[in-house]
């Protein structure tokens, strides 16, 4: 199993299984073993980036939840939820994927759905952050 090391400040402990040909990482806040894909890979550094960086508890992550959009159903890969007020939504891609404007629009359009103050576009080496004011995204660079 090779995965490349993204680009967070700290490593994380995760904690992997394998079954027969198939790795898995085991799942915080879904408390289950879940296929390790790159995009996983990506997702997984989000969630512990949330709990251990951001202190926050595996109740206030929300995990692939579906989402109606245009009558097509969608699927969000990572919210971060303030007393349930949805505050950061995190669109995790494997790290061979170049991040570009097709995908921003991707995360943009399901925030209108959902409503965060904050999105996050990222291949674990690149990060793309922004503020919705109401009106327009506002972009900065990703601080940890």
């Given at each position: 199993m090779e995965f490349p090391k993204l680009n967070f400040s700290r490593t994380y402990d995760f904690k992997f299984r394998k079954d027969k040909d198939k790795f898995f990482i085991y799942d915080l806040p879904r408390k289950s073993w879940i296929i390790l894909t790159p995009e996983e890979w990506v997702r997984q550094h989000w969630i512990h980036y949330f709990l251990e960086n951001k202190g926050k508890n595996t109740s206030s992550l929300i995990i692939e939840k579906k989402i109606e959009l245009l009558g097509l159903t969608k699927r969000?890969?990572?919210?971060?939820?303030?007393?349930?007020?949805?505050?950061?939504?995190?669109?995790?891609?494997a790290p061979h994927i170049k991040l570009n404007e097709k995908s921003f629009e991707q995360i943009a359009r399901y925030n209108i759905q959902i409503g965060a103050k904050e999105i996050i576009l990222s291949n674990g080496l690149q990060h793309i952050f922004a503020r919705w004011d109401g009106i327009e995204y506002h972009f900065s660079p990703f601080i940890e």
């Open positions: 969000i890969d990572l919210l971060v939820t303030e007393k349930t007020h949805p505050i950061t939504l995190v669109e995790c891609k």
